[in-house]
């Protein structure tokens, strides 16, 4: 048995820890910079394992959290597909005690830095409202014998860890087969396009965040915010209709001069660079610093984007906060965002500014599966089932790549299937600032569902647009 000692440093700037004396390392792996699995290696470039521990709370979770660099877990969770086979048992405490090595798979965490997601008072009476419409709609459904159910072995095929999700896919299936509503909604292996109530009832109703993301992301919400809009700026609209159209708008131009630019990049190259306040994963290949940058603040005080994110999101939209993000990836292995996914926290926008030119082929590209944010996800509080297979994306959707020069970049629903580019000979720094309707991610902490909203590894802003 191994018996060694994991020195957990208790500064929120030191990324490493120390094992009998020798520097080893801890990291989130296989979800963002904030999230994925807790995993250590026990010596320098040494092999990474899971890491079991037992009870795994947020208490413990926010042990990891600060290993890595953020001040608190907004989750604790079994662990994700696709980790190491091996991991090591510890006793979390001031320092970890690792026990032994251990076959089985390790624990998850989501983390955040201090003052995220508090942003507006944190809104029970939004979740009572949603109960009560819950019922009254409940009560008025058309009833009838419901289309053959999509939740086949067939369907599984589209995701990337289908045999994790095999189980809970018979569960759904024998629970719709209880089901006596109609619905003509179209359904596809990954969800409902454009759900309305009935389909809600019948595709969605056994996910605990659907109701949340129902209500919160409803076509008459969006519709109402739409009614409401300026229409007399003709950039506002032209993002908004892109927006809405595909799930995302692609900017020429921020409308940042040149020598704004240049302080741009340099500001930004300096905070993927500092010590403090950035979180790194994939062996340091991926760099996320949340720190201050003020050469973005007119792009982010830009009123025509403000318009046509009030449109998208709602009447209120918060500006969550920014990040730096710095990709210097080479192949697939390497990058946690690589396979195709959906950000499981329903309609949001991200917004990416170029501070560089950004190659279509070599630069790193985001890729955008275009018309997916239409779609109402079977599952979003699974990790498992947010993860799409390459030929199904292709095959099933056009594909939108993103990319062009710098001062330009684009604006997305992180709801839409999307993937990061891990090959490329040019590395990727780019500006990404997050927008949710006001009462979204207050919301979800209010009810405790888990939903990874905001992100933790932003530069906190918490300003109403
Ligand atoms: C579905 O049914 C509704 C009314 O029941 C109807 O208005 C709508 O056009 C139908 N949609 C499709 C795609 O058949
Ligand atoms: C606002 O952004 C748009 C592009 O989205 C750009 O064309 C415009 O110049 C910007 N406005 C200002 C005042 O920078
Ligand atoms: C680091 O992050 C914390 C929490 O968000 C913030 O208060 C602090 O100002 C940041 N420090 C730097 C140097 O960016």
């Not at 060694?4 to 963002?32: D, H, M, P, R």
């Not at 208490?59 to 608190?72: L, Y």
Request: proline share 5%.
């Amino acid at each position: 048995m191994l018996l060694l000692w994991l020195w957990v440093v208790k500064s929120a700037s030191e990324t490493t820890a120390c094992i009998g004396g020798i520097i080893a390392g801890v990291q989130l792996a296989g979800c963002n910079t904030d999230c994925g699995r807790v995993e250590v290696r026990l010596e320098e470039g040494g092999e990474w394992y899971g890491v079991v521990a037992e009870p795994w709370t947020i208490r413990e979770a926010t042990m990891a959290c600060r290993a890595v660099g953020f001040d608190e877990a907004s989750s604790a969770s079994a662990g994700m597909p696709g980790g190491p086979r091996r991991s090591v048992r510890v006793e979390m405490g001031p320092e970890w005690r690792v026990l032994e090595v251990v076959e089985a798979a390790g624990v998850s965490a989501a983390c955040r830095s201090s003052g995220q997601g508090l942003a507006s008072s944190s809104d029970d009476s939004v979740a009572n409202e949603w109960k009560e419409r819950r019922e009254r709609r409940a009560a008025q459904l058309p009833r009838g014998v419901p289309p053959p159910s999509p939740f086949t072995s067939e369907a599984l095929e589209a995701y990337v860890f289908a045999d994790e999700l095999r189980r809970l896919w018979e569960r759904m299936d024998l629970a719709y087969r209880e089901k006596s509503v109609f619905s003509n909604a179209s359904v596809s292996a990954l969800g409902v396009l454009d759900a309305d109530d009935a389909a809600f009832e019948l595709y969605l109703s056994e996910n605990p965040h659907s109701d949340f993301l129902y209500e919160t992301d409803r076509r008459e919400v969006r519709a109402a915010a739409a009614a409401a809009a300026d229409d007399d700026d003709p950039v506002a609209g032209g993002i908004f209709e892109a927006l809405d159209r595909d799930g995302i708008a692609m900017i020429k131009d921020f409308g940042l001069t040149s020598a704004q630019l240049d302080v741009l990049e340099a500001q930004a190259r300096e905070a993927v660079g500092a010590s403090v306040n950035v979180s790194v994963a994939s062996d340091g290949k991926v760099a996320t610093a949340r720190r201050e940058v003020p050469g973005i603040e007119p792009v982010l005080k830009n009123v025509s984007i403000a318009r046509a994110l009030r449109r998208y999101l709602g009447a209120d939209v918060l500006l969550d906060g920014y990040k730096v993000t710095h990709l210097r990836t080479s192949g697939p292995g390497d990058y946690i965002a690589a396979l195709w996914h959906h950000d499981r926290v329903g309609r949001r926008i991200k917004m990416f500014v170029y501070v560089h030119d950004v190659d279509c082929d070599e630069g790193h590209p985001t890729l955008v599966a275009k018309g997916t944010h239409r779609l109402s996800y079977f599952r979003t509080d699974s990790f498992a089932a947010s993860r799409f297979r390459d030929d199904y994306v292709t095959s099933t959707y056009p594909i939108h790549r993103a990319c062009g020069p710098r001062g330009g970049g684009f604006i997305f629903d992180t709801h839409a299937v999307h993937k990061g580019t891990p090959e490329g000979r040019f590395d990727r720094l780019t500006l990404i600032a997050e927008f949710h309707a006001v009462h979204k991610c207050p919301a979800a902490r209010a009810l405790n569902l888990g939903i990874p909203c905001p992100s933790g590894d932003q530069f906190p802003l918490n300003h109403r647009l």
